[in-house]
């Protein structure tokens, strides 16, 4: 019987290690309004906190992302559902009208986290290429190697260029990138501009670029926009 021991602690410390966590992800709402978070959990993941979740003013919830996990985190607005949450609509950032998104992505314009966990490193950004809806900063905490916060707090929508703009009872909700909102391959980089050489930033990237450095402002904006740790755990912050 005693020879069984180490195996039986090897299974354990086995499973234990295929348990772990690789990251507690922190989401703090800082608004003057409720939002409703969504979450979109990669291929190969369960989903955390089924996909969404409520914040009132000043709260904040965690959810513990398994190893090798990737997604993209982003705040919804304006959201209204019945008491079972499987029937009512958000103002931007909708995800087929659920509280819990459960697979779906956000409705865009909308203002994104995303995350590549362990690969080896961890992977992160703040990404306006879909549009911007609400400020949104990522502060990594306790890893090792550059681990920079990343942000973009300027509102953007007030001073967003008219065509571009994102409108709902009579004021400006979210600001649409110009791919979303022309739907040109100069602007998606897509087709004969599927190619970092030819695909530059355009006057409307730029607009979303001098405000917020650090993100993403066309899909070919990865040397100033991608940003790696190891070993972390994240506070994302929208407001």
Known sequence: MAASWPLFFASVLAFLTG??????????NRCSQTIWPGILTGAGKP?????????????????????????????????????????????TGDCGGRLACNGNGGAPPVSLAEFT?????????????????????????????????????????????????????????ACKSACLAFGEDRYCCAGEYNNPSVCK???????????????YSYPY???????????ANYSIIFC
């Not at 607005?77 to 079972?84: A, I, K, L, R, V």
């Not at 916060?149 to 008219?162: A, G, I, Y």
Request: glycine residues 10%.
């Open 201 to 215: 930033p355009s006057n409307y990237s730029v607009y979303f670029k001098k405000a917020c450095p650090t993100a």
């Open 47 to 91: 989903p955390l906190m089924n996909g969404g979740l409520e914040l009132k003013p000043g709260q904040s919830a965690n959810a513990l992302a398994p190893t090798g996990w990737s997604g993209r985190f982003w705040a919804r607005t304006g959201c209204s559902f019945d008491n079972s949450g499987q029937q009512g609509n958000c103002t």
């Open 117 to 173: 966990l362990d690969s080896p490193q961890d992977f992160y950004d703040v990404s306006l290429v879909d549009g911007f809806n609400l400020p949104v900063s990522i502060v990594p905490s306790g890893g090792s190697g550059d681990c920079s916060t990343v942000d973009c707090r300027s509102n953007l929508n007030p001073d967003c260029p008219e065509n571009l703009r994102e409108n709902s009872g009579g004021k400006v909700v």
């Open 221 to 231: 904006d990865d040397a100033t926009s991608t940003f790696t740790c190891k070993g």
């Open 19 to 28: 348990c772990s966590n690789a990251a507690n992800f922190t989401l703090h």
